[in-house]
C-alpha cells in the first residue's frame, strides 16, 4: 500500500498509535502489557502492533503528568529490552500535546543508544511524517518480510547519526552549488552567509 501521509498525520494528532500502525503503516494487531516500576515508581506499558517479531509499545502519562525525563525513559527502555529486544516507546503527555518517539540502536561491542524523535501538536511534524513513511510495509512485501528488514527499516527512519551525516554531507554538496550560482556579490565573505543563510531557511522550511 502506498503510505498515505494525511491519514498518518490526522491518526497522529487524535493519538489513535493502534490505528495507526494497523491500517497505515501494514503492522499487525498485537496486545501484551507491561508494568515497570523506576524509582519506587509504576509505568504501564501497552503493545499496539508488531512486525515480524519488532513491538510498538505506548507508555501514557497519568492523568495531571507529564512525560518522565530522559534519564527515566532510558530505564524504562532497557527494562522493556528484556521483553522484546526490537521494539519503540511511544511516551505521551497526558495532555495530549507532545509524543517521544523512542528506539533502541544496538551495534556489536557498544551499548545501546537510543535516538527519540519528537512530536509537538504545535507543529507541522513535516519531518516526522517521512519517519513514518520509511517503516510503513505494503502486503507486497509480506511473504519475504524478516525481523532484519523491518530493523534495517527502523535504522532508516530512526537513526540521528545515521541522518545526521547524510544531511550534513548533503548540505556541503547544496552549499557549494549555492556559491556558484550566486552573482552580483563578489566579497567572499558576503558570498558564504548569503549561501548558508538561504540554505538555513530551506532546513526551516523543510523540517517545520
Given at each position: 500500500?502506498?503510505?498515505?501521509?494525511?491519514?498518518?498525520?490526522?491518526?497522529?494528532?487524535?493519538?489513535?498509535?493502534?490505528?495507526?500502525?494497523?491500517?497505515?503503516?501494514?503492522?499487525?494487531?498485537h496486545s501484551a502489557a507491561l508494568s515497570i516500576e523506576i524509582s519506587s515508581t509504576p509505568y504501564a506499558l501497552t503493545a499496539i502492533a508488531e512486525k515480524r517479531g519488532m513491538v510498538a509499545w505506548l507508555c501514557e502519562a497519568p492523568t495531571g503528568q507529564s512525560i518522565p525525563d530522559r534519564a527515566t525513559r532510558k530505564k524504562i527502555e532497557h527494562q522493556v529490552a528484556k521483553t522484546t529486544l526490537e521494539h519503540l516507546i511511544i511516551f505521551t503527555d497526558a495532555k495530549r500535546a507532545e509524543q517521544i518517539w523512542c528506539w533502541a540502536r544496538r551495534e556489536a561491542g557498544k551499548p545501546a543508544s537510543v535516538p527519540e524523535h519528537f512530536w509537538y501538536a504545535s507543529s507541522g511534524n513535516r519531518g516526522f511524517l517521512q519517519k513514518l513513511a520509511a517503516i510503513a510495509f505494503s502486503l507486497e512485501e509480506e511473504e519475504s518480510l524478516t525481523l532484519v528488514d523491518v530493523t534495517s527499516r527502523a535504522r532508516a527512519a530512526f537513526d540521528v547519526e545515521r541522518v545526521t551525516k547524510r544531511f550534513y554531507d548533503q548540505f556541503k554538496i547544496e552549499h557549494k552549488a549555492f556559491l556558484d550560482l550566486i552573482s552580483g556579490i563578489t566579497?567572499?565573505?558576503d558570498r558564504d552567509w548569503y549561501a548558508s543563510l538561504m540554505l538555513n531557511r530551506l532546513m526551516f522550511i523543510y523540517f517545520m
Open positions: 500500500m502506498d503510505f498515505n501521509a494525511a491519514g498518518a498525520k490526522g491518526l497522529l494528532e487524535r493519538f489513535d498509535f493502534a490505528t495507526l500502525f494497523v491500517n497505515e503503516l501494514g503492522w499487525d494487531r566579497d567572499v565573505a
